[in-house]
C-alpha cells in the first residue's frame, strides 16, 4: 500500500518557470490538502480539496492554483515561480468518518533561483 | 484566535533518559491533538492523537503523550529515548473554527537530539 505519493522529489526552477507537483493516494481518501514547510514556522496549508472537483484557498494560496484531477490526484501548479515560493511541500489526505488523523506523502523540495 | 506552540526549538537528551516534548494549545472548545514525527528528507508521519477520552494516549514507537486541559498542554513523552528518535516533532491540532476544512495548525516544530 504505497499511501501517499508525490512527484517530483525534488526541483530546481529560475524565476518565472512554471510547475506542477503532483499527489496521488491510494486510500480512498476524499479530502486532501497541499502545505508548505518553511524553517521555524511549521507547515501552512496552501491549499486543500474536501472532495473530487473542489478546491479551496488555506493560508497562503498566493502564487498557486490547484487541480483535484480526480479522488485519488491533487496537483499543485506554480505558474511563475519566484524565489519566495522556495519551501518543502507536502501533500496530505484524510479519510472521513471519525479518524481525524492526516497522512502525509514524502515531500517535495522546490528550489527557485 | 487558535494557535498551537512549541517552546523548544531543540531538546537534547542522552540515550536512555526519558525525554519530553512540550506543547501548549489556545482554543475556544475542546481541541483535536495530534503528534507527527518528521525523519530527515522523509514527509511527516503520525505517531498519536488525542481526541476525546482518557488524557493519556499512547502511540507508535513507544511515545505517549499527555493531554492537559488546565494547563492547555500536550507534553510528548517517551520513558526512555533511543538515538534513532532523533527527528523533528510536530505538534497540530485541528482547526476547530474551519468548517469542512479539517486542516491542521501546526507548532513550529522541535528538533529532538538524542546522544549515545
Known amino acids: 500500500n504505497a499511501g501517499v505519493t508525490q512527484t517530483p522529489k525534488f526541483q530546481v526552477l529560475k524565476t518565472g518557470q512554471s510547475m506542477t507537483l503532483q499527489c496521488a493516494q491510494d486510500?480512498?481518501?476524499?479530502?486532501m490538502y497541499w502545505y508548505r514547510q518553511d524553517p521555524g514556522m511549521g507547515l501552512r496549508l496552501i491549499y486543500y480539496?474536501?472532495?473530487?472537483?473542489?478546491?479551496d484557498k488555506g493560508e497562503v494560496p498566493n502564487g498557486y492554483n490547484v487541480s483535484r484531477l480526480n479522488k485519488r490526484e491533487f496537483s499543485l501548479r506554480l505558474e511563475s515561480a519566484a524565489p519566495s515560493q522556495t519551501s518543502v511541500y507536502f501533500c496530505?489526505?484524510?479519510?472521513?468518518?471519525?479518524?481525524?488523523?492526516?497522512?502525509f506523502g514524502p515531500g517535495t523540495r522546490l528550489l527557485v533561483l | 484566535a487558535q494557535s498551537v506552540a512549541q517552546p523548544e526549538d531543540q531538546v537534547n537528551v542522552a540515550e536512555g533518559n526519558p525525554l519530553t516534548v512540550k506543547c501548549t494549545y489556545s482554543?475556544?472548545?475542546?481541541?483535536?491533538l495530534f503528534w507527527y514525527v518528521q525523519y530527515p528528507n522523509r514527509g511527516l508521519q503520525f505517531l498519536l492523537k488525542?481526541?476525546?477520552?482518557?488524557?493519556l494516549v499512547k502511540g507508535s514507537y513507544g511515545f505517549e503523550a499527555e493531554f492537559n486541559k488546565s494547563q492547555t498542554s500536550f507534553h510528548l513523552k517517551k520513558p526512555s529515548a533511543l538515538v534513532s528518535d532523533s527527528a523533528l516533532y510536530f505538534c497540530?491540532?485541528?482547526?476547530?473554527?474551519?468548517?469542512?476544512?479539517?486542516?491542521?495548525?501546526f507548532g513550529t516544530g522541535t528538533l529532538l537530539a538524542v546522544q549515545p
Open positions: 482554543v475556544s472548545g475542546n481541541p483535536y
Open positions: 486510500m480512498n481518501h476524499n479530502s
Open positions: 497540530a491540532m485541528r482547526d476547530l473554527y474551519g468548517g469542512a476544512t479539517n486542516k491542521l495548525i
Open positions: 480539496s474536501a472532495s473530487e472537483g473542489t478546491t
Open positions: 488525542y481526541i476525546t477520552g482518557d488524557n
Open positions: 496530505a489526505s484524510r479519510r472521513e468518518g471519525g479518524s481525524e488523523t492526516q497522512y
